[in-house]
């Protein structure tokens, strides 16, 4: 296996995780987010997982994302079946793990060079 550096370059990326934060490029944030390669949404307003719906995601899918994984605090907990329906069926793939999952992932996928979303609850 080869191994390399990273290179992020402008992009986006988690730099730590911990209780009731995530950072991103080193800045920290305390409130629940969506981080996309290239710009973060840092105002979701969104409280719990049991009331996401679609409209939670307008910002997002305006991106066309090939992937949104979503990020559901210190354990993995599935929103209504009927959103991952209606997003999986647009042809966006939609990932859901704990948070710290989440970030490494998608670190993962942005080196890669993929479309990822990050939807992230604290």
């Known amino acids: 296996m080869k191994l390399h550096l990273a290179n992020f370059d402008q992009q986006n990326i988690f730099s730590g995780y911990g209780e009731g934060y995530v950072a991103v490029n080193k800045v920290r944030y305390e409130s629940n ?3 996309l390669p290239d710009r973060i949404i840092d105002s979701w307003p969104v409280v719990s997982i049991t009331e996401l719906s679609i409209n939670h995601f307008d910002d997002v899918l305006q991106h066309d994302p090939e992937i949104i994984i979503l990020g559901t ?8 079946y009927a959103l991952i329906a209606k997003i999986t069926q647009s042809g966006i793939g939609f990932e859901v793990m704990d948070t710290q999952a989440a970030c490494r992932t998608y670190n993962i996928l942005v080196e890669e060079d993929r479309q990822v979303a990050a939807a992230i609850f604290l």
């Open 33 to 35: 987010l969506i981080v």
């Open 73 to 80: 605090g210190t354990q993995q907990t599935f929103p209504d």
